[in-house]
């Protein structure tokens, strides 16, 4: 019983149709983008809906591209769908195109004029607009509405045939005017675009709508399972309507809850603006919740399909809290990535005591939370880089950096002693001064010596530098969908600080591009592609904590 109640909605209905041999048990889910921009988080929900339950029911699903729209259409865009699914782990059946279907849609179409249940209009689209009534009024039929079965099999091959401008005429379904749904009074099912196609070059100035082209090429491949979200819960009654009028195989749509996630957007429209405007670097910017933003920002295919399963599927929407994300990535990563040291905001701290040029090479575990991950020696020294933060002129009580008289153990090192300071002509602390301890090196500590506090470091003299990207969250408020004014008022300006010269442990100038990291006490971070020999940048994935959740509570 408990892992019935485990099912998710539709895996209750495949279930319940394999059962009762349903399309003879089998199972046929489609993932079908249009390529008009690049995936997002929300496509990866449908992606791991989509071939999620084909795998789980011995099932296949086909990769169709919905490109019915040769305006927006672009093989870049083509290209980076298949390579994000791919990267998500998951294989398509077939690889398959709307396009593939233009004559056999024609052809149906074709066959509902002849039927009486489609009818060219030459109405303008203000005009089929003004006619189509509101929610509580009926519509108004078009004076086109009566025109013979001949008339407009003679006026749609003219339309093939390119003898109108775009706009001049539709073809528009026969259905109903005073439907309580607007999606079924008449509905424009073809129309005059004289544009170039991505595929099919020039051969077609007719194209069909979403509407008619989905359904069909859903029944045209044999899709047992049609999966959308519930803003296509109106247009069900016309996918059903145009299988039932032409007789075909009988694909039936479900709904679900999109993803929508706080602090973004999942608008390709809003997305495309941000590309355009230059609010973001491109659609892989670390920022975008773009599949390749976020395979950019150090995001795994496994922390993007985990979240995918811990938001699991509804059917009503909601807002999911970006945290549960950045939660599954600090999960995987703290089990995965080697732990190195990296100084962002560097002060100098010299142990007066440690003898000129001499030079150690301590073992650094590379991940306490994975046995195998062995160590690796970085080269000590008495001058050393520190953050910052780690040293306070005058600290409070509960300091347990560093300060006069304060001491901290220098991460599989030394324990230090400060001894004082000097500042600059600004009052800004430049160098730190501090004894070290002989007898207190980590692995063979015999100084009896407890300190509470442990910091980070890397030699002067053998560091490399590096640019670090610090990405927060794009925007600063939770729910931009439903935030006042424009959507681009609300984008965070802090959510890129640049460090230009960030001191690294020697060994990170061999870290190759996509590698993941932690950097000892300040995030996780990746690899990125603007890397070049000797030169390293490394991009934040995510802090090692929730900092968000704690300014929320002030």
């Given at each position: 019983?408990?892992?019935?109640?485990?099912?998710?909605?539709?895996?209750?209905?495949?279930?319940?149709?394999?059962?009762?041999?349903?399309?003879?048990?089998?199972?046929?889910?489609?993932?079908?983008?249009?390529?008009?921009?690049?995936?997002?988080?929300?496509?990866?929900?449908?992606?791991?809906?989509?071939?999620?339950?084909?795998?789980?029911?011995?099932?296949?699903?086909?990769?169709?591209?919905?490109?019915?729209?040769?305006?927006?259409?672009?093989?870049?865009?083509?290209?980076?769908?298949?390579?994000?699914?791919?990267?998500?782990g998951?294989?398509?059946?077939?690889?398959?195109?709307?396009?593939?279907?233009?004559?056999?849609?024609?052809?149906?179409?074709?066959?509902?004029?002849e039927?009486?249940?489609?009818?060219?209009?030459?109405?303008?689209?203000?005009?089929?607009?003004?006619?189509?009534?509101?929610?509580?009024?009926?519509g108004?039929?078009?004076?086109?509405?009566?025109?013979?079965?001949?008339?407009?099999?003679?006026?749609?091959?003219?339309?093939?045939?390119?003898?109108?401008?775009?706009?001049?005429?539709?073809?528009?379904?026969?259905?109903?005017?005073?439907?309580?749904?607007?999606?079924?009074?008449?509905?424009?099912?073809?129309r005059?675009?004289?544009?170039?196609?991505?595929?099919?070059?020039?051969?077609?100035?007719?194209?069909?709508?979403?509407?008619?082209?989905?359904?069909?090429?859903?029944?045209?491949?044999?899709?047992?399972?049609?999966?959308?979200?519930?803003?296509?819960?109106?247009?069900?009654?016309?996918?059903?309507?145009f299988?039932?009028?032409?007789?075909?195989?009988?694909?039936?749509?479900?709904?679900?809850?999109?993803?929508?996630?706080?602090?973004?957007?999942?608008?390709?429209?809003?997305?495309?603006?941000?590309?355009?405007?230059?609010?973001?670097?491109?659609?892989?910017?670390?920022?975008?919740?773009?599949?390749?933003g976020?395979?950019?920002?150090?995001?795994?295919?496994?922390?993007?399909?985990?979240?995918?399963?811990?938001?699991?599927?509804?059917?009503?929407?909601?807002?999911?809290?970006?945290?549960?994300?950045?939660?599954?990535?600090?999960?995987?990563?703290?089990?995965?990535?080697?732990?190195?040291?990296?100084?962002?905001?560097?002060?100098?701290?010299?142990?007066?005591?440690?003898?000129?040029?001499?030079?150690?090479?301590?073992?650094?575990?590379?991940?306490?939370?994975?046995?195998?991950?062995?160590?690796?020696?970085?080269?000590?020294?008495?001058?050393?880089?520190?953050?910052?933060?780690?040293?306070?002129?005058?600290?409070?009580?509960k300091?347990?950096?560093?300060?006069?008289?304060l001491?901290?153990?220098?991460?599989?090192?030394?324990?230090?002693?400060?001894?004082?300071?000097?500042?600059?002509?600004?009052?800004?602390v430049?160098?730190?001064y501090a004894?070290?301890?002989p007898?207190?090196?980590?692995?063979?500590?015999?100084?009896?010596?407890?300190?509470k506090?442990?910091?980070?470091?890397?030699?002067?003299?053998?560091?490399?530098t590096?640019?670090?990207?610090?990405?927060d969250?794009?925007?600063?408020?939770?729910?931009?969908?439903?935030?006042?004014?424009?959507?681009?008022?609300?984008?965070n300006?802090?959510?890129?600080?640049?460090?230009q010269?960030?001191?690294?442990?020697?060994?990170?100038?061999?870290?190759?591009?996509?590698?993941?990291?932690?950097?000892?006490?300040?995030?996780?971070f990746?690899?990125?592609?603007?890397?070049t020999?000797?030169?390293?940048?490394?991009?934040?994935?995510?802090?090692?904590?929730?900092?968000?959740?704690?300014?929320?509570?002030?």
């Open positions: 019983m408990s892992e019935e109640k485990s099912l998710n909605f539709i895996e209750q209905i495949i279930e319940e149709d394999i059962a009762n041999g349903t399309h003879g048990g089998r199972v046929l889910t489609r993932f079908p983008p249009e390529p008009n921009g690049y995936l997002h988080i929300g496509h990866a929900k449908s992606i791991c809906l989509n071939f999620g339950l084909a795998l789980k029911y011995n099932g296949q699903t086909n990769l169709r591209f919905d490109d019915t729209n040769p305006v927006t259409e672009d093989t870049e865009y083509v290209d980076s769908i298949k390579a994000d699914i791919r990267w998500l998951f294989e398509w059946a077939n690889e398959l195109y709307a396009s593939d279907y233009f004559e056999q849609l024609y052809q149906f179409a074709t066959k509902l004029i039927l009486g249940y489609a009818y060219v209009d030459d109405s303008t689209s203000e005009e089929i607009a003004s006619m189509k009534g509101t929610p509580t009024e009926p108004k039929e078009s004076p086109y509405r009566a025109r013979t079965a001949a008339e407009n099999l003679a006026l749609f091959a003219d339309m093939r045939a390119g003898k109108f401008k775009d706009g001049e005429k539709v073809l528009r379904a026969k259905v109903d005017m005073a439907s309580p749904n607007m999606h079924m009074r008449d509905p424009i099912i073809y005059i675009r004289h544009a170039h196609h991505h595929r099919t070059g020039d051969t077609w100035c007719i194209y069909p709508m979403y509407d008619f082209a989905h359904g069909q090429s859903d029944s045209i491949e044999q899709i047992t399972h049609s999966i959308c979200t519930l803003e296509f819960i109106p247009h069900r009654a016309l996918y059903d309507w299988i039932e009028k032409l007789n075909i195989f009988p694909s039936h749509q479900y709904e679900f809850a999109r993803l929508n996630m706080t602090y973004a957007v999942m608008s390709k429209r809003k997305l495309l603006q941000l590309v355009n405007e230059n609010h973001v670097t491109g659609w892989d910017d670390p920022r975008m919740p773009t599949i390749s976020l395979r950019r920002r150090g995001y795994t295919p496994a922390s993007i399909r985990q979240f995918c399963e811990k938001i699991g599927v509804a059917k009503r929407d909601n807002l999911i809290d970006i945290s549960l994300l950045e939660f599954c990535i600090r999960e995987e990563l703290n089990k995965t990535a080697n732990r190195v040291m990296a100084v962002l905001d560097p002060i100098k701290l010299v142990l007066t005591n440690y003898p000129e040029g001499e030079v150690e090479h301590m073992q650094v575990e590379n991940n306490p939370e994975d046995p195998t991950a062995g160590s690796r020696s970085i080269p000590f020294s008495r001058s050393l880089w520190i953050e910052r933060e780690d040293f306070m002129e005058n600290p409070p009580k300091f347990f950096r560093l300060g006069v008289g001491s901290v153990r220098l991460k599989s090192a030394y324990i230090v002693t400060c001894t004082g300071f000097d500042k600059d002509a600004d009052g800004n430049t160098t730190v004894t070290y301890l007898e207190s090196k980590s692995g063979t500590d015999n100084s009896g010596l407890t300190v506090g442990t910091i980070h470091w890397v030699s002067e003299q053998h560091a490399a590096a640019e670090v990207r610090l990405y969250r794009l925007f600063k408020v939770e729910d931009v969908g439903n935030a006042e004014g424009d959507f681009k008022d609300h984008i300006a802090d959510s890129l600080h640049l460090i010269n960030a001191y690294i442990e020697p060994s990170l100038l061999e870290a190759k591009e996509g590698e993941r990291l932690q950097f000892m006490r300040k995030g996780y990746v690899v990125d592609k603007d890397s020999p000797g030169r390293p940048v490394f991009n934040r994935t995510v802090t090692l904590k929730d900092t968000w959740a704690k300014e929320a509570k002030k």
